[in-house]
């Protein structure tokens, strides 16, 4: 069965300072892999996705991650991190499985807080 | 892109009363639209898959009387939560796969606050 893990349920970083936000999958072929950002009351944005090509990801808002196949990992990561950059973040991969519905399994989340 | 639509953003009903929500896409056609719910500060917990025209599958668990789904169209997908409970009361999410160059992705609805009293 497919699986998403995020190690941490927050992550502190100061602004101006490189983040990193922890991914891990387990999936049977290859992954379709997803970073989405929720602001509090809202749907889900989306940053990013790897579906074949590169290993580093370029996405919106200054994000990137890097899909790491010897490692299962999928961690999303930013320069330089911004106030406004704090929300809850989600991992997520598309879960083919035998029924091939699509569906998006998630992580549990990250919460993202940058101090001043 | 991609834009799906839903409503009500909020919404505060009795108990033992029926809600709708609806999710809508605006600029494309939704074969396939998931439900979501998600309880504070927790991840989307999937409720069922509805495909246009043919009955949602629901994942195990979620009772599928109480939480009606209907897709009639290829815009058009709504949840009814019938006879509220307050253990009802969450958030729920709509969201739509999207064809998008190079493979799928998928765009969310902003979400609906539920809160039965």
């Known amino acids: 069965a497919q699986s998403v893990a995020q190690p941490e349920d927050q992550v502190n970083v100061a602004e101006g300072n490189p983040l990193t936000v922890k991914c891990t999958y387990s999936?049977?072929?290859?992954?379709?892999l997803f970073w989405y950002v929720q602001y509090p009351n809202r749907g889900l944005q989306f940053l990013l996705k790897y579906i074949t090509g590169d290993n580093l990801v370029k996405g919106s808002y200054g994000f990137e991650a890097e899909f790491n196949k010897s490692q299962t990992s999928f961690h999303l990561k930013k320069p330089s991190a911004l106030v406004s950059d704090s929300a809850l973040y989600f991992c997520?991969?598309?879960?083919?499985?035998?029924?091939?519905?699509?569906?998006?399994?998630f992580g549990q989340g990250t919460t993202l807080q940058v101090k001043p | 892109g991609a834009v799906v639509s839903q409503h009500p953003s909020w919404v505060i009903c009795k108990s033992g009363t029926s809600v709708k929500i609806e999710c809508r896409s605006l600029?494309?056609?939704?074969?396939?639209m998931f439900w979501y719910r998600q309880f504070p500060k927790q991840s989307l917990m999937l409720m069922a898959t509805s495909n246009e025209g043919s009955k949602a599958t629901y994942e195990q668990g979620v009772e599928k009387d109480k939480f009606l789904i209907n897709h009639a169209s290829l815009t058009l997908s709504t949840l009814t939560v019938t006879s509220a409970h307050p253990e009802d009361s969450s958030f729920y999410i709509c969201s739509a796969t999207v064809f998008q160059g190079a493979g799928y992705g998928y765009t969310f609805g902003s979400g609906t606050r539920l809160t039965v009293v």
């Open positions: 600029d494309f056609q939704a074969t396939t």
């Open positions: 997520a991969v598309r879960d083919i499985g035998n029924s091939n519905t699509g569906k998006l399994i």
């Open positions: 999936v049977s072929g290859n992954p379709y």
